[in-house]
């Protein structure tokens, strides 16, 4: 094997690529020639991520999904190991060092037996969704960690969004088939503007509970023969079958009442008359257009900016410049989550500019902007992969519901779409949904997918995953995490573990640690930050929702505490919504100032 060879950095979001050499001991166990390395395709844009961080603030209850997460440690309790999964045809494995310890049970060559591999664009089967599974229902229904992926629980009709329900609910049984029930999760994944205003599925929408067809199964995931019937679900009930009512019961057609031939039809007008219809004619709906990223950056941050800059302007009137309005701008701005460090520099900037004088609100917006500008622009990096890792590994990471599913499908696009080989590791175990919606991102973005069954081990998967990764040579492994809230400490171990596990394979890895946060949040993200950072080594940001009811002063304040690189935002729930964080764009956004 050559010893020397180029080790590429690429980064990727912005600029070019960059070459050095790589000392031998660099290379990790099971990694490919250097020619094989250095073969890998250029990728869009560069910077090294950075790890670590200081002390953990205490962490707050998050209200509505504190209830969920305390299932899911029910649930983790209950859950069973990964044997009981049929084999898949998995590619020999070298497993270059054994898990120990704690991790064993979870992370050994068992589980290896029981992580289902799909190449792109296999067919895939169809699982439950999140909140019909056993384990996640409201009411601490028992976990079956049992079921196998392919047990179909289908969606009801009305589930909204790509954001399948986290909350469970009374099941009932239906005719929904394993197809419809994909199909209703892929339409739920792509409707991104239908359906944000549509309400989450509570516990009383009684998701429905398909029966699926024996084709229907997973291939490689098989339920085991003791199955236990799970509360709410009738194992082997037979479906009623559809009967269609009798003529004489149909509306219109009871004995002796025959329905008029044609009601719409109307009367023959006698001769001198005219009919006219002044009704208004039905417009077809124009296609609005597809608002640009930056559009819809700007309409998602216009709360923040136009509560701003109404503030501001109505305390700049006819006033010049004096200690009493500086500290009442300073409040302004604090109010709007940017932080005391960065209100303090817009009004120091403020101060030494104006004092004294007649001060008007664009001043101070385009100052704002500035200041901004200069807290942000050390953080806006790319995301910069080490393809001579093969694979770099990427972990995923955050609180329920901040987009890392999505984000992560968003990722993979871009990556395999520069031809790259990418592989998705389904590391939420805890919801069924979680993992359909990473088998449909992966069939989409033509990238391989690491699965297991619902309650799986996620570290045990996340060991696995890698292993099949360096196997297949894939460039990069992007591996999803469930969402948990920072002040669950048991989950925050979990995910600690799962870093741990993967630092045997590599002690590099995880590679990038990203954390999603989700714009609409507020000061609770300042802590996220804190807290993830410290379980989980978080590395870079990605910041979602930016296109909704934002309140992304909270970046701001996030990157002057932290200075963590922000690399991408997510503007919209589509493939292509993900965009290279630019400093000026959102803090001119934020200010309400136009475009320079
Ligand atoms: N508008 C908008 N919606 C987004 C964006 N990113 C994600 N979403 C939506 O947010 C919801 C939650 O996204 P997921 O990707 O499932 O979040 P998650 O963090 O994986 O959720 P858990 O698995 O519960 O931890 C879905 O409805 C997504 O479509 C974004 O940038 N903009």
Same mark, same amino acid.
């Given at each position: ?126 699982? *439950? =969704?999140? +909140? #019909?599974? %056993? @384990? &996640?229902? /409201?009411?601490? !229904?028992? $976990? ?100 269609? *009512? =009798?003529? +004489? #019961?149909? %509306? @219109? &057609?009871? /004995?002796?009442? !025959?329905? $008029? ?336």
């Amino acid at each position: 094997m050559a010893i020397g060879f180029i080790k590429k950095i690429f980064s990727f979001g912005k600029d070019t690529v960059e070459e050095k050499p790589v000392p031998a001991a660099e290379v990790a166990p099971g990694m490919p020639a250097a020619d094989e390395a250095a073969t890998t395709t250029s990728v869009p844009s560069g910077h090294l991520p950075h790890r670590g961080g200081e002390g953990a603030a205490e962490a707050t209850a998050e209200g509505d999904r504190a209830a969920s997460n305390e299932e899911r440690a029910a649930t983790e309790e209950a859950k069973p190991g990964m044997h009981d999964l049929a084999v898949p045809p998995a590619p020999a494995t070298s497993t270059p060092e054994a898990i120990s310890e704690e991790d064993s049970e979870s992370a050994g060559p068992t589980a290896r037996e029981n992580i289902a591999v799909e190449e792109e664009s296999a067919p895939l089967p169809i699982s *439950p =969704l999140a +909140g #019909e599974m %056993p @384990g &996640r229902a /409201e009411a601490g !229904e028992a $976990p079956i960690g049992d079921v196998a992926l392919g047990d179909g629980v289908a969606t009801p009709p009305s589930v909204p969004s790509g954001h399948l329900p986290h909350e469970g609910g009374d099941q009932s049984e239906t005719e929904a088939t394993a197809e419809e029930n994909r199909a209703a999760i892929e339409e739920a994944m792509t409707g991104a503007d239908d359906c944000a205003d549509l309400p989450e599925v509570t516990q009383g929408d009684a998701p429905e509970i398909a029966t699926p067809e024996p084709e229907a199964e997973l291939e490689n995931l098989a339920a085991p023969p003791d199955i236990a019937p799970t509360e709410g679900v009738e194992a082997g009930k037979e479906s009623a079958p559809i009967l269609s *009512p =009798l003529v +004489g #019961e149909m %509306p @219109g &057609r009871a /004995e002796g009442v !025959e329905a $008029p031939e044609n009601p719409a039809t109307a009367p023959s007008l006698p001769k001198g008359f005219a009919a006219s219809d002044q009704r208004p004619k039905e417009q077809a709906p124009t296609p609005q257009p597809k608002l640009s990223w930056y559009q819809r950056l700007r309409r998602g941050l216009a709360r923040t900016s136009s509560q701003l800059t109404g503030q501001i302007a109505s305390l700049f009137t006819k006033r010049k410049l004096d200690e009493a309005t500086l500290q009442d701008l300073e409040d302004l701005l604090i109010q709007a989550d940017l932080g005391v460090e960065t209100a303090m520099r817009i009004t120091d900037t403020l101060s030494s500019e104006r004092y004294g004088k007649d001060v008007t609100g664009e001043d101070v917006s385009r100052i704002m902007a500035g200041e901004i500008t200069k807290v942000l622009a050390p953080v806006a990096k790319p995301l910069e992969l080490d393809l001579s890792h093969k694979p770099h590994v990427i972990l995923v990471v955050g609180v329920n519901g901040t987009g890392k599913t999505t984000t992560i499908g968003k990722l993979a696009a871009k990556l395999s779409g520069a031809g790259l080989k990418v592989m998705l590791a389904a590391g939420d175990t805890f919801r069924a949904a979680a993992i359909e919606q990473l088998k449909i991102w992966a069939e989409r973005t033509k990238s391989d997918i690491v699965a297991s069954k619902l309650g799986a081990d996620a570290a045990g998967l996340a060991y696995e995953a890698y292993q099949l990764a360096r196997e297949k040579k894939s460039d990069v492994l992007i591996i999803d995490t469930a969402g948990r809230l920072q002040n669950k400490a048991e989950l925050m171990a979990e995910l600690e573990k799962i870093v741990r596990v993967l630092g045997k394979l590599d002690p590099d890895a995880p590679h990038t640690v990203l954390q999603t946060l989700d714009a609409t949040t507020g000061q609770n993200a300042l802590q996220q930050v804190e807290i993830f950072r410290n379980v989980a080594g978080v590395s870079g940001l990605i910041m979602t929702k930016l296109d909704g009811t934002a309140r992304g002063g909270i970046l701001v304040a996030i990157s002057a505490k932290h200075k963590l690189p922000v690399y991408f935002i997510g503007v919209g729930e589509g493939v292509d919504d993900l965009e290279p964080f630019e400093a000026k764009d959102f803090a001119e956004a934020i200010a309400g100032v136009a475009a320079a």
